[in-house]
């Protein structure tokens, strides 16, 4: 790269982070500054990339690993590396996942152009000097797995118009692809070491199953039969003679299992690392094949182990900075663990847990970011950490959720409750920007996990699918009558709020309940089941049949699920966000909204982000989402007399 070019670069990096911040103060500082995560070090450990907003966007990092026996944080470099894509109608995207090739020569980077769904797959050179782009006039393509020696790569590639993916090995060295299988959310989880054998994940949300696929002979495998799975994913030993899956087919709760592999049938799965209460998150495999790193979900938070896979004994990993792991690898030589972090009061940060001689060092060392300065220490202090709550649907079912409330708060206060997406997802500890501005504005915030949430087994998970989201809507009432039961909410001031499926749960909650609410915040949320399903992507369609319903079969009862057709009973202010670049959630579910709102003489509040999608991912565009969704929710929740739809 060119030396003035480079130092251009530096300097609009600097003049673009200070005007998104300007003027804000620390506060702003902690709750917007840079976020990272996905550690990936390089197959010789010299080097580490990772994902991060620091320039704004989430864009691919690399810099030098700091050696072992080393305290110090990683060096950023000044820049990211280059995933501008050469088409110049689709706009910068952002980086959603990355991988090192094997020998190391190319990262590749899943894409999300203007933040939107339609992903493309570019490998970039550490260096940046070499680019190249897989599959580009493919619908969307994702990342999958490489091959051991670094020649093919696993991508699913969804062609045009299409509702099912291609599960695809692409060979490098010519360009040529080979089609491994092709149907709902295939994805190449893992290729062998020889080469020789792959497996594939395939099926509809709650339904997938895992397939092993002989290259040589064309023989497939079902790995996991009769057991449709909500979590499934797979890796080969270093060895090739055994199989470890990550799922939680013919179980509640996601497991680690194994599989041995011989020259016949593989053997039947059996459990490697099981707990009778908490799911497996997250699985990492030290590349010399004898430990595994385990990350559990116990009510919510991480908890790191260290197995010996030879021996099957398990010892305990220091706990991480923040309560929730997002990621983890081994370093290549397997003296430490990467892991990425968060939690309400800890911004997403990296970290390293030495274990050399397979001894754990005591603490975990954070790598990324480097110490914050001393004038935020009092903002960073400010933050409030979350209590625990249990609740009881109207049918009896144990439900939970987090209760974050302002450290002078006395008795009842307002109170927003917040419904997270998915509705596989899960509310967890995590660090929340939006939560935090709203508590320092003396507004309570209540995130429940309603019946449909991952984290609480497989029943829970399926005990909204299809008609029983009629019951899984009258848990969002349930938690207001925990909240004004307890004294915890002042019951003439609480809102609704969500993302995604929690926009949609928003939407149903303030037409089924209108007299609760005094104001509700639809952040992408579903109002019609007809046009969501007429309108988003192909294959996000396909697969969320088992989640939702038929669009066909179940065209009845998706209409008496859709708010849109009983919009006339939301009475509480609205505001409505979206992305213009959104194709999950297609930016017609708002517009709908708000016509139809308007068209009844109300005035609900529409803030579109004209670079977003299905997530608000920019720095400047988090923040005006905070400060406008803050805004809104405290004008009406503690404003007691003004109260206008």
Same mark, same amino acid.
């Given at each position: ?19 998104? #911040? ?49 305290? +110090? ?11 501008? @894509? ?18 190391? !020569? ?21 260096? +940046? ?24 790569? !696993?991508?699913?590639? %969804? ?6 993916? #291609? ?25 062998? +070491? ?193 209590? #625990? ?6 049918? &009896?079912?144990? @439900? ?54 991952? &984290? ?44 995604? %499926?929690?926009?949609?749960?928003? #939407? ?11 104001? +509700? ?26 989640? %939702? ?21 939301? !009475? ?6 979206? !992305? ?66």
């Amino acid at each position: 790269m060119d030396d003035g070019h480079d130092r251009g670069v530096a300097v609009a990096f600097a003049d673009r982070r200070r005007a998104q #911040l300007a003027g804000d103060g620390p506060a702003s500082d902690v709750l917007f500054g840079a976020a990272y995560s996905d550690p990936a070090p390089s197959p010789d450990g010299k080097m580490l990339a990772w994902i991060s907003d620091r320039d704004g966007r989430p864009r691919a990092w690399v810099g030098a690993l700091p050696p072992a026996a080393s305290v +110090g944080t990683v060096t950023e470099p000044d820049w990211p590396l280059p995933t501008e @894509l050469d088409d110049p109608e689709l706009p910068a995207g952002d980086v959603q996942a990355l991988s090192w090739s094997p020998d190391g !020569g190319w990262l590749a980077c899943q894409l999300s152009p203007g933040g939107g769904e339609r992903t493309r797959v570019l490998l970039v050179s550490p260096d +940046g000097a070499r680019r190249r782009e897989i599959a580009p006039d493919a619908a969307a393509v994702t990342l999958g797995a490489w091959s051991p020696g670094g020649r093919r790569l !696993g991508v699913t590639i %969804y062609p045009q118009g299409r509702g099912d993916g #291609l599960a695809c090995l692409v060979d490098l060295r010519d360009g040529t692809s080979t089609v491994l299988a092709d149907g709902p959310a295939a994805k190449v989880c893992t290729i062998s +070491g020889d080469g020789r054998r792959v497996v594939v994940r395939l099926g509809r949300r709650g339904a997938r199953h895992l397939e092993l696929i002989d290259l040589r002979t064309g023989r497939r495998t079902d790995l996991i039969p009769g057991g449709d799975a909500t979590v499934a994913d797979a890796r080969f030993g270093v060895t090739g003679s055994q199989l470890f899956l990550h799922t939680d087919a013919g179980r509640e709760r996601a497991a680690l299992l194994g599989v041995t592999l011989g020259d016949g049938e593989p053997s039947l799965a059996y459990p490697v690392a099981a707990r009778a209460d908490d799911d497996l998150d997250l699985v990492a495999l030290d590349p010399s094949g004898a430990r595994a790193a385990l990350v559990w979900n116990v009510d919510g938070r991480s908890e790191l182990e260290l197995l010996d896979l030879r021996s099957g004994m398990v010892g305990p990993l220091p706990e991480p900075p923040g309560d929730v792991v997002s990621s983890a690898a081994f370093t290549r030589d397997g003296t430490a663990l990467l892991l990425a972090s968060e939690g309400p009061t800890v911004p997403p940060q990296l970290a390293r847990i030495g274990l050399d001689a397979c001894v754990p060092a005591l603490e975990a060392t954070v790598l990324l970011p480097a110490e914050p300065p001393e004038h935020l220490w009092d903002a960073l202090n400010a933050l409030v950490g979350p209590t #625990l709550h249990e609740f009881t649907g109207e049918d &009896g079912l144990t @439900l939970s959720g987090w209760l974050f409330r302002p450290r002078t708060a006395l008795g009842a206060t307002p109170t927003l409750i917040w419904l997270h997406g998915g509705p596989e997802a899960q509310e967890r500890p995590t660090f929340q920007p939006l939560f935090q501005a709203l508590v320092a504005e003396g507004i309570a915030v209540f995130a429940p996990n309603v019946r449909g949430s991952g &984290g609480f087994g497989r029943s829970f998970t399926q005990a909204d699918d299809h008609e029983r989201r009629f019951t899984a809507i009258t848990d969002v009432r349930a938690a207001v009558t925990f909240l004004t039961d307890s004294g915890l909410a002042d019951p003439a001031r609480i809102g609704v709020a969500g993302r995604s %499926y929690g926009g949609y749960l928003t #939407l149903a909650a303030l037409t089924w309940f209108p007299e609760l609410f005094r104001v +509700g915040v639809d952040v992408c949320g579903i109002a019609d089941f007809e046009t969501f399903y007429a309108d988003t992507e192909p294959w996000i369609a396909t697969a969320a049949t088992t989640k %939702y319903g038929d669009p066909v079969r179940d065209r009845e009862m998706l209409r008496a699920l859709s708010p849109i057709h009983a919009i006339e009973r939301v !009475g509480a202010p609205l505001l409505v966000v979206h !992305g213009a670049h959104d194709t999950d959630v297609p930016l017609g579910e708002a517009e709908q909204v708000v016509a139809a709102l308007r068209e009844r003489g109300a005035s609900p509040g529409f803030l579109l982000f004209d670079d977003e999608g299905h997530q608000v991912r920019g720095t400047a565009n988090r923040a005006a989402f905070v400060r406008e969704v803050v805004g809104w929710v405290g004008r009406n929740l503690q404003e007691v007399d003004s109260r206008t739809a």
